[in-house]
């Protein structure tokens, strides 16, 4: 046989095994396994509606990052308790997306950052009054060494 020969036998086999696995395939997905029509549908209304819960936590998330950075950016070595009241209120409205939706928990995610918010929140409060009290303990150190 000649080199030519062996090559189209080749290419010829691939081609006739393509084919043929084609027929076979569609011929399985057509006649024997039937896809259920009522399974997809329930399907395909779950995927929107996680579609929708996928673009609510993007909107969550970007009113949740501005929230962070507001609490960053206070100083509270000012007493400000309207802001401050204001911004607990803030966090406070993240849990209502899991109430409006009968506490469905593909909604958990606003319960979740708004603890997680808190906690940032009230954490950067007693950080700072930590910090102004170990200033105010070392004022008072340095005037009882002066005293001695």
Not at 2 to 22: A, G, M, N, P, V
Not at 120 to 135: G, I, M, P, Q, V
Request: aromatic fraction near 12%; glycine fraction near 0%.
């Amino acid at each position: 046989m000649d080199k030519h020969e062996i090559f189209w036998e080749k290419i010829r086999f691939s081609l006739l095994f393509i084919i043929i696995s084609t027929v076979v395939f569609i011929i399985l997905t057509k006649f024997i396994f039937k896809v259920p029509v009522v399974e997809s549908k329930e399907l395909l209304n779950s995927i929107d509606a996680s579609e929708e819960i996928f673009d609510v936590q993007e909107d969550y998330t970007k009113r949740i990052k501005k929230t962070h950075k507001k609490i960053q950016e206070i100083p509270f070595d000012v007493i400000q308790i309207q802001v401050l009241d204001e911004l607990d209120k803030e966090i406070q409205l993240y849990k209502k997306i899991y109430r409006d939706n009968d506490m469905n928990n593909r909604y958990i995610f606003g319960v979740q950052s708004s603890k997680t918010l808190k906690m940032f929140f009230d954490l950067s409060e007693e950080y700072n009054a930590l910090k102004r009290n170990n200033k105010v303990l070392k004022e008072n150190l340095e005037e009882c060494k002066a005293n001695i």
